[in-house]
């Protein structure tokens, strides 16, 4: 076992998740569970997620070994300043989000000298959110990434990357601004965009009199899947992640740009090129065991 006690910060989808893989996976490891929310700290009780729910974060943290915040990136600072005093010696501190600079710059300096902290971002989830969202298979083959500070003992990576191994995600060890960049580009630009489109389709509504939902069989269904993510978390992502996420938008736009320009002078090349390279991505996601190819995404119809 990389750990004997974990206490687990929040407990929507990504923190029951991880509580419910760490129980089938990992069965003597002892659970501490938090949540502010009192209904879902009621739910997690009647799922059996943890064998403690705690009245704080401090007391959660206490005596665990391992404290993973599964929180909106926003409450990090304050968590950290909570638990701080609480934690053990070489107890680590990770977290679960998708901005990992923020991560580092909110939750370091409040840490005392004997804890460590070992980010981490596993790159997993669905649009639902709460307790009753996570599945124990959530991280099976999917990618974890950590992005431990310069100094961070070695040890203290090596139990974080065991522990999510032992949940069935490959790992990865990658500095923390190159993380926000590469998940800029594959996970908040798109996010961005999706709420772009269907808020934009919203506001035809009232005029195309019901047709946007009617006809939505084709890509703007799938658009509104992405869509329907937890809206805190996502405001938070790009408040924390907004240089990345800056850059990585003027670039697209350039892009968008230039297509515009394919279609308004007929440069049909232009559009076979850029669309025949797009699905040479899909089919490379494909291989490498991210996404399935089976007809409409695998979607139960």
Known sequence: ???????????????????????????DVALVGFDRDPAVVTRVAELGLVDILSPSAAAAARGAELVVLATPLGTFAELAQAIAPALEPDAVVSDVGSAKQAVIEAVAPCLPAHAHLVPA?????????G????????????????????????????????????????VEVM????????????????????????????DLESV??????????????DFTRIAASDPTMWRDVFLMNREAVLEMLARFSEDLAALQRAIRWGDGETLFRRFAASRAIRRAIVEAGQDTAAPDFGRRR
């Open 121 to 129: 971002h596993p790159v997993a989830g669905t649009e639902q959110s």
């Open 175 to 202: 500095d923390a601004r190159h993380h926000d960049l590469v998940l800029a580009i594959t996970s908040h630009l798109p996010h961005l965009i999706a709420y772009s489109i269907v808020g934009t389709a919203s």
């Open 208 to 221: 195309t009199k019901a047709e946007v939902i009617k006809y939505s069989a084709g890509g703007f269904r």
């Open 131 to 170: 307790p009753d969202a996570g599945f124990e298979d959530l991280f099976q083959g999917r990618w974890a990434i950590l992005t431990p500070p310069p100094g961070t003992p070695p040890m203290a990576v090596e139990r974080v990357r065991r522990l999510w191994e032992a949940v069935g995600a490959t």
């Open 1 to 27: 076992m990389p750990f004997r006690r974990i206490a687990i910060l929040g407990l929507g989808l990504i923190g029951s998740s991880l509580a419910r893989a760490v129980r089938a996976r990992l069965p």
